[in-house]
């Protein structure tokens, strides 16, 4: 009976890994997305006005990247002012929050394209952006982070104050995400057809820029929070038998921060803006 159980809790571990896999493989299949969306713009005779605009939505981005850095530094030093020498493991997540803050907010608050729009308004679909799997896995992520983070809180498992950065820092990341993805939504087309190459490719990044840094936020605290869960519960497995129940934590914990880091690996490779080069048929 041990051995029969031991098989079923690593079919249950192998299992839980499976949703990873599968989100690995649809940011991968986002790389021939931003191939096709950087060729575009090699592939026409840029307007003055966008080229204009790719320096200005680059030198934007950059600056709140370093704003990012800066609340990334900031935050480490609120954390050896609060907890002194225990905050040496609280330094790279306070870091990482703060990098990834300064994503979310260059492409929250990306400036509006001087370029003439064209009449009547015309939008694109959400679907010519980003694949909508990667979304919505976004935001299952975000939900079952915040979900976890108030039950593990409620129930006493988390300290206060990391309940509330567990609920507040995600949130907030989720909020700005949300905000830059209606704006690249809502946002009319350009007049001119050879501006709409580059406002395709700059909506096609702050999609998959926000979408990965949200991921990102929500998958890595998930999975340590699934991680303390699965082993706080594993002393009580003999009482209550829920021998499972620990195992299949664990598992999700392991496979949200597999995910989560190499959605990170994918987010760095989208890092790099738009740029114009020398045209294609030149």
């Known amino acids: 009976m041990r051995s029969v ?86 330094w790279v997540p306070a870091l ?42 976004m935001r299952g992520a975000m939900v079952g982070q915040l979900v976890t983070a108030v039950v593990l809180g409620s129930v006493g498992d988390l300290d206060g104050g990391v309940a509330a950065a567990s609920v507040a820092v995600p949130a907030a990341g989720w909020l700005l995400a949300e905000l830059a993805l209606l704006r690249a939504l809502l946002r009319p087309l350009p007049a001119d057809g050879a501006d709409v190459p580059v406002d395709e490719a700059q909506r096609t990044w702050t999609a998959h820029l926000v979408v990965a840094a949200a991921s990102v936020l929500a998958l890595l605290p998930l999975g340590v929070l699934l991680l303390v869960a699965g082993i706080d519960l594993g002393d009580r497995v003999a009482r209550d038998g829920a021998g499972l129940l620990p195992v299949a934590l664990v598992a999700g914990g392991f ?28």
Do not use: C, D, K, Y
């Open 96 to 137: 990482g929050a703060g990098l990834l803050a300064g994503v979310l907010l260059a492409e929250a608050s990306r400036p509006r394209p001087r370029w003439a729009f064209g009449r009547p308004f015309r939008r694109p679909r959400r679907s010519e952006q980003i694949s909508l799997p990667l979304l919505w896995t």
């Open 255 to 282: 496979a949200s921060l597999a995910a989560g880091l190499a959605v990170t690996g994918f987010l760095l490779t989208w890092l790099r803006p738009v740029r114009q080069g020398v045209t294609a048929l030149a």
């Open 5 to 90: 159980g031991r098989l079923i809790a690593i079919v249950l571990f192998l299992a839980l890994m499976v949703p990873a896999v599968l989100l690995v493989r649809a940011w991968l299949h986002a790389a021939p997305r931003r191939a096709v969306a950087a060729a575009a713009v090699q592939f026409v005779e840029l307007t003055a006005a966008a080229g204009a605009e790719l320096s200005r939505q680059a030198a934007h981005g950059r600056r709140l990247r370093q704003l990012g850095l800066v609340l990334g530094v900031a935050a480490i030093v609120t954390t050896v002012v609060l907890f002194a020498e225990s905050s040496v493991f609280l």
